[in-house]
């Protein structure tokens, strides 16, 4: 049985709730199964297109909701990569807050609840993989709340725009019928914080595969008044710009420069 071959029972076979497929020792980029991410064979119907293809040594995982990869040198996911569907928001499964440590990030690189805590007259524990889009099932939403799937956010960006952003995207899904969505943290050269880092911004990459389009959200981590919201729209290759990740790996069908506006986005 050949490596590939290994992988895909993995991807098959597997019950649990995540799964690592990628070990690496580290030097330079993510080490690659023929120069795709490990999600994109183990739980590929998260990925458009292919996953983001990261810069920073780190961790792939699956979710039963979502994949993501975890960044060693933040404490905080690189990405988190959803596909949604109405399914999504039809169930009756209501939040726990049961924010958790993920054993499955080595320990020397785990985020952990006394992190948060330290920052927690400033920040968030901020879901980037949003709760409330995985109302189908108890377990699926009770994964979001892994501390693998978090990031500080300021409060009031956290408990204002960004939720206001996140209804959005739920309302789409029930216009569109399905649509991906990335989402992670933007860092610059400075980063702020412990071993747990302070990101400077966020990104949410909004993707309509029945029209191949996008609409991009860069925000500012701090409170944002509802009236800027035009202002947070931007375009994927700048998120590729401030992040080093490579999105859509598997071919352009979408215009990475495109800046699309939300009232061309609502036609």
């Known amino acids: 049985m050949n490596l ?23 030097k330079g980029a993510p080490i690659l ?41 933040t404490w905080t996911p690189s990405y988190v990569q959803e596909y949604l569907t109405i399914q ?22 785990r985020a952990k609840l006394k992190d948060y805590k330290e920052l927690s007259n400033i920040y968030d524990r901020g879901h980037m993989a949003a709760a409330e889009n995985h109302v189908n099932s108890t377990d699926e939403m009770r994964q979001t ?29 029930k216009q569109y019928g399905e649509l991906y969505v990335i989402t992670g943290p933007i860092y610059d050269q400075n980063m702020q914080g412990g071993s747990l880092k302070i990101p400077d911004k966020f990104f949410k990459i909004v993707i309509d595969p029945n029209k191949n389009r996008t609409i991009t959200f860069i925000v500012p981590n701090r409170k944002i008044e509802k009236s800027d919201f035009q202002l947070l729209i931007s375009t994927v290759d700048e998120v590729e710009k401030l992040t080093g990740l490579i999105f859509f790996p598997n071919g352009l069908k979408i ?10 986005w609502l036609k």
Not at 4 to 26: E, H, R, W
Not at 37 to 57: L, V
Request: aromatic share 14%; net charge positive.
């Open 255 to 264: 215009n990475k420069n495109e800046k699309l506006l939300l009232k061309d």
């Open 88 to 109: 999504n928001f039809t169930g009756t499964a209501t939040r726990t807050n049961d924010f958790r440590e993920d054993t499955e990030i080595p320990i020397k690189y």
């Open 145 to 173: 709340f892994f501390l693998s799937n978090m990031a500080p956010q300021n409060s009031g960006l956290n408990r204002g725009m960004w939720k206001s952003i996140e209804m959005r995207v739920a309302k789409w899904v």
């Open 33 to 73: 199964l023929n120069n795709t991410p490990s999600i994109d064979i183990a739980c590929p119907q998260f990925s458009y297109n292919g996953a983001p293809i990261p810069s920073k040594e780190g961790k792939f995982l699956c979710r039963t909701g979502y994949s993501l990869h975890y960044n060693y040198s």
């Open 4 to 26: 590939l071959t290994i992988f895909l029972s993995v991807s098959l076979f597997n019950s649990a709730p995540s799964m690592d497929i990628t070990k690496y020792p580290y």
